[in-house]
Each structure stands twice: as structure tokens, then as C-alpha cells.
């Protein structure tokens, strides 16, 4: 399993540093993707082109950002922050853009971006009793709405266009799956913590 950075200790040093860098330019880029996506009403063949090269760039980043992180000792409570906000940022703009220009059904947006927001909530919410890693199928989940926002937002016709809708459509099963999943962790997280049995250890007393 991929480590998740919101579960490395945070190692103590600046916030100036390389991994830190390539999240604020994703963040610099969902404006820029946005823009181009949007313009001239996503008719622009050219642009779009533009759109999915940003994209696949912010994308990019958001893979090995973390990894540096991790490689070289540079985990922050800054990125730890700002690294899904990021993420949630270009997902969000792609998925409400598509669905804007009329590529990808507004229901689809609605679900994905509902799950994100009420995930991320949730792991905050049980912060306290501890940190919940990414899954297996939170990343593969990751990679298929990457995978299938790359191909919606380049402008396909015919047999690849049925191709971005199967990968859309496995991106929404294995979002809505992982999200259930990550509730009943989180409830057996709570359940389970030392948080939790202290407290039941001590009206037990």
C-alpha cells in the first residue's frame, strides 16, 4: 500500500521546500485548466488540447509531490493541509466544468464531489482518535477519475468517447464503494481507539 502523507509525522522542516512548491503550482494550475476548459464554451478543439495537458501536469503533481515528501524527509503540517485541498480544488473545478460544457451529467459531479467533501470531513472529524491512511481503493479510485477526467475533457468522438464512459463509470462505482468503506473504518476507528477505551476504562472505574 502507497503510505498516505497525512500519516507520516511531520518531519520538522521548512515549509520552502520542493513538495510544498509542486502543491501550491497545482493549486496555481486549476485556475489556469479552468479557464481553458471553459472558454469559448469548450468548443475550442485547441484549447481543450491545452486544458488536458494543465491537467495531466496537475495531475502529475499531486503523484509525486508526495513521494518527495516522503523520500526526503520533507513531510509538513503545511502539506499535509494544503495536499488534498489541491487535489479537491482540480477535481472539483474538472468535474463542475465538464458537467458546465455539458461533457460529463450533473448527478455524476454532485455524487463525486458530495463523497470527496464528506470524506475529507469525516477524517477530520475522527482526528482525534486517529489518522485514517488512504486505501488500496482510495487510490485506485483517485486514478480512474483522473483517468476518466483526462479523457472527457480532451474533445473524443466514437469508440473513445465509450471508453471514457466506462472509465467514468467504473470512477463513480469504486467512488461511492470506497466511501462506505472509509464510514465503517472511521466508525470502527472511534470505536476501537485508545482514545476511546481510556474513556470507557475510566466510567468502568
Known amino acids: 500500500m502507497i503510505p498516505d ?4 509525522p511531520s518531519s520538522g522542516v521548512s515549509n520552502w521546500n520542493v513538495a510544498n512548491y509542486l502543491t501550491v503550482l497545482r493549486i496555481a494550475l486549476v485556475p489556469v485548466f479552468g479557464w481553458l476548459l471553459l472558454a469559448d464554451e469548450g468548443e475550442s478543439t485547441g484549447l481543450r488540447i491545452a486544458a488536458f495537458v494543465v491537467f495531466t501536469i496537475a495531475s502529475i503533481t499531486d503523484r509525486i509531490d508526495g513521494d518527495i515528501a516522503r523520500a526526503r524527509g520533507l513531510v509538513t503540517d503545511f ?3 494544503v495536499d488534498p485541498i489541491a487535489d479537491k480544488a482540480l477535481m472539483g473545478m474538472a468535474l463542475v466544468g465538464l458537467s458546465i460544457i455539458g461533457e460529463v451529467p450533473w448527478w455524476i459531479t454532485i455524487i463525486i464531489l458530495v463523497r470527496e467533501l464528506g470524506i475529507t470531513a469525516l477524517r477530520f472529524a475522527v482526528i482525534r482518535h486517529g489518522v485514517m491512511p488512504a486505501s488500496r481503493g482510495g487510490k485506485l ?17 466514437g469508440f473513445l468517447h465509450v471508453v471514457a464512459w466506462i472509465v467514468m ?6 467512488t461511492v464503494v470506497t466511501g462506505v468503506d472509509y464510514v465503517f473504518r472511521a466508525v470502527r476507528l472511534r470505536r476501537t481507539s485508545e482514545r476511546t477505551l481510556a474513556r470507557k476504562a475510566r466510567r468502568s472505574a
Not at 483526462?150 to 468522438?157: I, Y
Not at 463509470?169 to 469504486?174: D, G, K, N, Q, R
Open 141 to 157: 479510485k483517485t486514478a480512474l477519475q483522473a483517468f476518466a477526467i483526462g479523457l472527457f475533457v480532451l474533445p473524443l468522438g
Open 5 to 8: 502523507p497525512a500519516a507520516e
Open 169 to 174: 463509470i467504473a470512477a463513480l462505482i469504486v
Open 79 to 81: 502539506g499535509k493541509v
